[in-house]
């Protein structure tokens, strides 16, 4: 079996109606990839920058078990601006996980951007593990 490497006119014709010419050439579609690319990568630096210090922070510093109904929590608090206050909600867990405590700690305004705050919460039985859920600026 031979292969022609000539087309007649006519099976040129039908291949040319068959698959016609693309609608929009290589190069312009090179051009669109790359600037939709940029697009997508500035819009990635401008996410990360923007997420990359949220507007308040916290974490509990320090706690201590006062009794099978109570504990005490040591919160510190990291705001981008100190002064606007800042509303954190502290979680406090037993032993088998469960939550036995659930407060909000507010941070008024200051002129300082960390501040450590104390709180004393009742729980429904003994406290092993308090942790910052969320924290929000108001």
Known sequence: MTVPTTLDPAAAER???RYP???VNR???ALMVAVATL???GW???AALLHAEPAVTGQVASYKVLSDTSIQVEVTVQRRD?????S???LVQSTDFQPVAEQSVEVG?????VVDTNVTLTTLRRATAPSIKSCTSS
């Open 21 to 23: 010419p693309p609608r």
């Open 39 to 41: 697009v997508a990568l």
């Open 15 to 17: 291949l040319a109606r």
């Open 88 to 90: 954190c909600r502290l």
């Open 44 to 46: 990635l630096v401008w």
């Open 82 to 86: 100190p002064s606007k206050p800042a």
């Open 27 to 29: 190069r312009t579609k």
């Open 109 to 113: 305004p200051s002129q300082f951007k």
